[in-house]
């Protein structure tokens, strides 16, 4: 079962260590690990995309609960939240090859940001599945390198995490 963290906690030095070393210590996987600044700079949100069953993943969440720094933990359900990562790929293309993959990059809502002669980098933005999707059909093509940011996310609606008034 695969689940989505979304994680406030205070920006100080170390935070990510902290949270990264606990699923290193417990032997849990981090399939992608995302984090920056939020409207207030005093915060940062990290976004942690893992796998387990519904025992570790409730266990995850309830040991990241109780570091330090860490102000809010919930999960992004993909029902009740909207989620992206963005991929960029380079790709070997030579101008005979570049009309299909124009068209490919075209139905995935895809945009070309580097051309020279013979490479192209595409960037894809989305849900992980239409990314690993727009791989599946670039089979044909040589991948030679491909870069992508991790899941992020915020809960739909009114819904809205606060941090406490006394983090100043």
Do not use: C, W
Not at 94 to 111: N, P, Y
Request: hydrophobic fraction near 40%.
């Amino acid at each position: 079962m695969r689940q989505v963290f979304s994680i406030l906690v205070e920006n100080t030095s170390g935070v990510t260590s902290h949270i990264s070393g606990l699923f290193s210590r417990r032997g849990y996987n981090i399939d992608s690990f995302s984090a920056n600044i939020t409207s207030d700079p005093k915060i940062t949100r990290i976004t942690i995309t893992t796998s387990g069953d519904e025992m570790i993943l409730e266990q995850i969440e309830k040991q990241i609960a109780k570091l330090e720094d860490v102000i809010d933990v919930y999960v992004l359900p993909p029902e009740s939240s909207v989620t992206r990562e963005l991929m960029l790929v380079k790709i070997a293309a030579t101008a005979e090859m570049r009309t299909g993959v124009l068209s490919l990059i075209d139905i995935f809502k895809g945009k070309v940001v580097d051309v020279t002669h013979d490479t192209m980098v595409i960037e894809v933005t989305g849900h992980t599945e239409k990314l690993e999707s727009f791989l599946d059909m670039l089979s044909d093509y040589e991948i030679l390198e491909l870069a992508r940011t991790g899941v992020t996310g915020l809960r739909r609606g009114g819904a809205v995490s606060t941090p406490p008034a006394d983090l100043d």
